[in-house]
């Protein structure tokens, strides 16, 4: 049982836009930053959003990711094929003095 | 900055794990060095972190058996995991990033290496 809870899979279709939540407690999103790490499969993961709603460098605005609270999201717009993978959320724990994982939401592009 | 992991793919129950990894295409001097493990079909879990000055912080669940070190002449980081069950079986990554960073905060793991199945077994 992951400490951050996320949905075990969501669908779309192509061109479709589709969000997944990650919810946790006030030791971990609640007073901590999320990030978000897409994982395709047979490959290592890969930053996708940092602090709650950055973008790193090379990742399309289709991405998005926010914070309220106890929970996070990551919204995909402008579905692609190549967006079918695994996606992790993370956030340190204050509680657990670590970080913890989502327990990963897979993405199936219809 | 590209990071590489390494070491045995076999270990048998009860012996240690050790793995380590290399930095190239730039310094680790300022920065956190983190382990990431992947059991097979499962989610990820953070095994700890080194600053480079060699500070550490360890998962709880597996602090007792951790124990993690640096070397930046080498640009290398390590993981010794001792007695190893057949829990341990995973692939293991190393990654830039996990303590914290003032003002920015604790910060995210990227990159990624390409990580390492470790197979426990006899």
Do not use: H
């Amino acid at each position: 049982q992951s400490v951050l809870t996320q949905p075990p899979s969501v669908s779309g279709t192509p061109g479709q836009r589709v969000t997944m939540s990650c919810s946790g407690s006030r030791s971990n999103i609640g007073d901590y930053t999320v990030n978000w790490y897409q994982q395709v499969p047979g490959t290592a993961p890969k930053l996708l959003i940092f602090t709650n709603n950055q973008r790193p460098s090379g990742v399309p605005d289709r991405f998005s990711g926010s914070k309220s609270g106890t929970s996070a999201s990551l919204a995909i717009s402008g579905l692609l094929s190549e967006d079918e993978a695994d996606y992790y959320c993370a956030a340190w724990d204050d509680g657990l003095n670590g970080w913890v994982f989502g327990g990963g939401t897979k993405l199936t592009v219809l | 900055v590209q990071l590489q992991e390494s070491g045995p793919g076999l270990v048998k129950p009860s012996k240690t794990l050790s793995l380590t990894c290399t930095v190239s295409g730039g310094s680790m001097n300022g920065d956190y060095w983190s382990w990431i493990r992947q059991p097979p079909g499962k989610g990820l879990e953070w095994i700890g972190y080194i600053y480079y000055n060699g500070g550490t912080s360890y998962s709880p669940s597996l602090q007792s058996r951790v124990t993690l070190s640096v070397d930046t002449s080498k640009n290398q980081f390590f993981l010794r995991l001792n007695s190893v069950t057949t829990a341990d079986t995973a692939i293991y990554y190393c990654a830039r990033g996990g303590g914290w960073l003032s003002p920015t905060g604790y910060i995210w793991f990227d990159p990624w290496g390409k990580g390492t199945l470790v197979t426990v077994s006899s």
